[in-house]
């Protein structure tokens, strides 16, 4: 409750100062710029770090960069940034180019995963020092520092250096100086990744209310699919310097577009089958062993063989058969609290990994049980 009226103040103060601010369809007050990236290329030597990348942010998005390490993630951020020229491409802010722009007339704040406060500033100094550099007189820019140290819940923090605060409180700090200027596009590379998993959790609700509560443009990289799930409006999926797949969390997680993504983004098993009949987007297949289950596909699939996903918590088990089950053989089993971890061998098929909740009169399986496996045609996927 406490938190609630925090938020709804805080609101109320950013949205004060965001004179002119524009609302989105959930009726957030909007201070961000649209990103345009278009056809971006970085290479170093023949090696193309970015990769002819597009990509499109609306005002006010929240969108990640979730990609394995060495995909490319931090590289597009800097040109984003300015910190790195490209090679070939635009990327325009609001429909200006930006390219040839200078960092610092950007006007992006910026937050990385080393805090890179100045160590010989206290916590007011180091949040007021963009608003020294950009020539602030001095009674407006204590009010928004205060104000800021606020909303972030560094108050009673205000007066000490940043070796006598632990690392999420410095974190706190180097997003506070980020968004002192209430800048139209944030960019956060990694900022929480040098932070143990609670602190992790904690700072990224706390991203999340701000970016409700602040209404710009965020632009966030993280390699962890937990993070960019929770956080994101949209996840931008990359690999080896290129866009996978751009999506909502539920998008990218339900409906991947291809193996990587299913296997980067959530828990995932993959089936190798052929389609024998099409209904629309729904198809009926057959495994190794000739069983035959139901899938749904967004693309125009053939007839033939074809991957298919499905998730460990969409398998239901029984210990009878039912139409459409596939009957199989427990390799593993743990018990872990709330759900239980169950691999499965399917007859002439795949090791399936399943995850379904403990309820009370279900005893745990032994390896070796027999078990019978199914799953609707909605919560099995074939990947184009
Ligand atoms: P991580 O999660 O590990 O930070 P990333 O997805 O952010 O990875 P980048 O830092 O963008 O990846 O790097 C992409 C690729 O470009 C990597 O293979 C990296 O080795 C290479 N690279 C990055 N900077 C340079 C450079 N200055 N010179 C040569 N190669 C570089």
């Not at 965001?18 to 030597?45: M, P, T």
């Not at 040109?79 to 200006?96: C, P, S, Y």
């Not at 916590?123 to 928004?144: K, W």
């Not at 701000?210 to 699919?225: E, K, N, R, W, Y």
Request: hydrophobic share 40%.
């Amino acid at each position: 409750m406490a938190d609630e009226m925090a938020l709804r103040v805080e609101r109320r103060s950013i949205a004060d100062n965001a004179s002119g601010a524009a609302g989105d369809a959930k009726g957030r007050s909007v201070i961000g710029s649209g990103l345009a990236i278009r056809e971006v290329v970085k290479s170093y030597g023949a090696f193309r770090a970015a990769d002819q990348i597009s990509l499109d942010i609306e005002p006010g998005e929240f969108v990640t960069l979730l990609g394995p390490s060495g995909s490319g993630k931090t590289t597009l951020l800097n040109l984003i940034a300015g910190f790195q020229r490209l090679d070939e491409g635009e990327i325009a802010v609001d429909g200006r180019a930006v390219h040839d722009v200078p960092t610092h007339k950007r006007g992006f704040g910026m937050v990385f995963q080393s805090y890179a406060l100045f160590p010989n500033m206290t916590v007011t100094q180091n949040v007021a020092f963009p608003l020294r550099m950009a020539g602030i007189d001095r009674a407006r820019a204590d009010r928004r520092v205060a104000e800021t140290l606020e909303i972030m819940r560094l108050s009673d923090h205000a007066g000490k250096m940043p070796s006598q605060m632990s690392g999420g409180q410095q974190q706190r700090v180097a997003i506070a100086r980020a968004i002192v200027l209430r800048p139209k596009v944030v960019l956060m590379d990694e900022p929480l990744s040098a932070l143990d998993r609670r602190l992790r959790e904690s700072i990224q609700i706390e991203i999340r209310q701000l970016h409700q509560a602040l209404g710009s443009t965020i632009l966030f990289v993280t390699h962890d699919q937990g993070e960019a799930l929770t956080m994101s409006d949209r996840i931008a999926v990359m690999d080896a310097g290129k866009i996978i797949q751009v999506g909502t969390p539920t998008e990218i997680y339900r409906h991947p577009k291809d193996r990587f993504v299913a296997s980067f983004v959530g828990e995932s098993n993959l089936i190798e089958a052929e389609v024998v009949q099409k209904r629309g987007s729904t198809m009926t297949l057959k495994n190794r062993a000739g069983y035959l289950f139901s899938a749904e596909s967004r693309d125009a699939i053939d007839v033939g063989r074809a991957t298919v996903l499905v998730r460990p918590e969409r398998i239901a088990i029984s210990d009878t058969p039912a139409a459409n089950s596939i009957p199989a053989v427990v390799t593993s089993a743990l018990f872990l609290g709330e759900i239980l971890r169950v691999e499965a061998r399917m007859q002439g098929g795949e090791t399936l990994l399943i995850r379904c909740t403990d309820r009370v009169g279900r005893p745990l399986p032994s390896v070796g049980d027999p078990l019978h496996l199914s799953w609707g045609a909605e919560d099995c996927w074939v990947l184009s």
